[in-house]
T-cell receptor, first 115, second 117 residues
Framework: NAGVTQTPKFRVLKTGQSMTLLCAQD?????MYWYRQDPGMGLRLIHY???????AKGEVPDGYNVSRLKKQNFLLGLESAAPSQTSVYFC??????????????FGDGTRLSIL | AQSVAQPEDQVNVAEGNPLTVKCTYS??????LFWYVQYPNRGLQFLLK??????LVKGSYGFEAEFNKSQTSFHLKKPSALVSDSALYFC???????????????FGSGTRLSIRP
C-alpha cells in the first residue's frame, strides 16, 4: 500500500529558482493538505484542498501556490524560492472534512534547502 | 481561539519505566483530539484519537491517552517504555464545530521522547 507519496525527497535550490513538489495519494481521499515543518514550530498548514479543482489558503500561504487538477494529486509550487522557505514539506490526505474525526495520512516529506 | 500546547520539548525516560507526554488544548466546543508519532526522516503516523465516550483511549504500539475535560488535557501514556518508542510526538486538536474548514486542525509544537536503555 503506497498511501501518500511525495516527490522529490530532497532538493537544493538557489534563491529565485522555481520548483514544484508533487503529492500523490491512492486512498481516494477528498481532502489533501500541504504543511511545512520547522524546528520548534510543529506543523503549519500552507494550503489545502477539499476536492478536485478546489484549493484554499492555510496559515502560511505566502510564496506558495497549489493546484488539484486530479483527485489523487496535489501540487505545491514555489515561484521564486527564498531562504525562508528552507523547510521540510509534508503532504497529507484524509477523508472528507465533514467526518472530522478521521486522522490524516502523511507522506515522508520533502527536504528543501534554499541557498 | 483554538490552540494546543505541548509544554515539554523533551521527555527522557529509562526503558521499562512508565512514560507521559503532556498535551493541553483550548477549543470552543467539545474537541476531537489526536496523537501522532514521527520517526526520523518519516512523516507523521496516527497513534490514537479521542472523539467521545470513554476518557481512556487505547492506540497503536501500546500507547494510551487520557482525556480530562476539566483540565483540558489529553496526555499520552505508556506503562512500560521501549527504546524503539524514541521519536517526536505531536498532539493535535480539531474543533468539530468548524468541521467545514480543514484549516482548523491545529498541531502542537512536538515533544521529543528519548528512551535510554
Amino acid at each position: 500500500n503506497a498511501g501518500v507519496t511525495q516527490t522529490p525527497k530532497f532538493r537544493v535550490l538557489k534563491t529565485g529558482q522555481s520548483m514544484t513538489l508533487l503529492c500523490a495519494q491512492d486512498m481516494n481521499h477528498e481532502y489533501m493538505y500541504w504543511y511545512r515543518q520547522d524546528p520548534g514550530m510543529g506543523l503549519r498548514l500552507i494550503h489545502y484542498s477539499v476536492g478536485e479543482g478546489t484549493t484554499a489558503k492555510g496559515e502560511v500561504p505566502d510564496g506558495y501556490n497549489v493546484s488539484r487538477l486530479k483527485k489523487q494529486n496535489f501540487l505545491l509550487g514555489l515561484e521564486s524560492a527564498a531562504p525562508s522557505q528552507t523547510s521540510v514539506y509534508f503532504c497529507a490526505s484524509s477523508y472528507s472534512g465533514a467526518v472530522s474525526n478521521q486522522p490524516q495520512h502523511f507522506g515522508d516529506g520533502t527536504r528543501l534547502s534554499i541557498l | 481561539a483554538q490552540s494546543v500546547a505541548q509544554p515539554e520539548d523533551q521527555v527522557n525516560v529509562a526503558e521499562g519505566n512508565p512514560l507521559t507526554v503532556k498535551c493541553t488544548y483550548s477549543v470552543s466546543g467539545n474537541p476531537y483530539l489526536f496523537w501522532y508519532v514521527q520517526y526520523p526522516n518519516r512523516g507523521l503516523q496516527f497513534l490514537l484519537k479521542y472523539i467521545t465516550g470513554d476518557n481512556l483511549v487505547k492506540g497503536s504500539y501500546g500507547f494510551e491517552a487520557e482525556f480530562n475535560k476539566s483540565q483540558t488535557s489529553f496526555h499520552l501514556k505508556k506503562p512500560s517504555a521501549l527504546v524503539s518508542d524514541s521519536a517526536l510526538y505531536f498532539c493535535a486538536v480539531r474543533d468539530p464545530i468548524r468541521y467545514s474548514s480543514a484549516s482548523k486542525i491545529i498541531f502542537g509544537s512536538g515533544t521529543r521522547l528519548s528512551i535510554r536503555p
